[in-house]
């Protein structure tokens, strides 16, 4: 299994931004996609944003769209998700996944078979 590894959340005001990276181990984690997912008290995991690492397909949750943006940089098996605009709502375990069987257009949760261990993102407002 791809490790992956979380960091850059924080506390942040409301408008605030953040960038979190998603750091992986192996060859093979360009090929594969990687997404964003995120999970408040109380709720289940969601879809935050995905990417094809064998291309430059994204794709976004309506809730972050034009506020959020995905990025990876093959060379360093490094994936990112630039928060801006935050809002209190966007308060949340912020979790990096990569899916082996490439799924694109993105699959559900189900579907990531790699997992980081999570991040803290708290808004204030």
């Known amino acids: 299994q791809v490790q992956l590894i979380e960091s850059g959340g924080g506390l942040v005001q409301a408008g605030g931004s953040l960038r979190l990276s998603c750091a992986a181990s192996?060859?093979?984690?360009?090929?594969?996609?990687v997404a964003w997912f995120r999970q408040a008290p109380g709720k289940e995991r969601e879809f935050v944003a995905a990417?094809?690492?064998?291309?430059?397909?994204?794709d976004y949750a309506d809730s972050v769209k034009g506020r959020f943006t995905i990025s990876r940089d093959n060379a360093k098996n490094t994936a990112y998700l630039q928060m801006n605009s935050l809002k209190p709502e966007d308060t949340a375990v912020y979790y990096c996944?990569?899916?082996?069987?490439?799924?694109?257009?993105?699959?559900?949760?189900?579907?990531?078979?790699?997992w980081g261990q999570g991040t803290q993102v708290t808004v204030s407002s």
């Open positions: 996944a990569a899916d082996s069987q490439r799924h694109f257009p993105p699959g559900g949760v189900l579907a990531y078979d790699n």
């Open positions: 990417i094809s690492w064998s291309g430059q397909s994204t």
């Open positions: 192996g060859r093979t984690f360009s090929s594969y996609t």
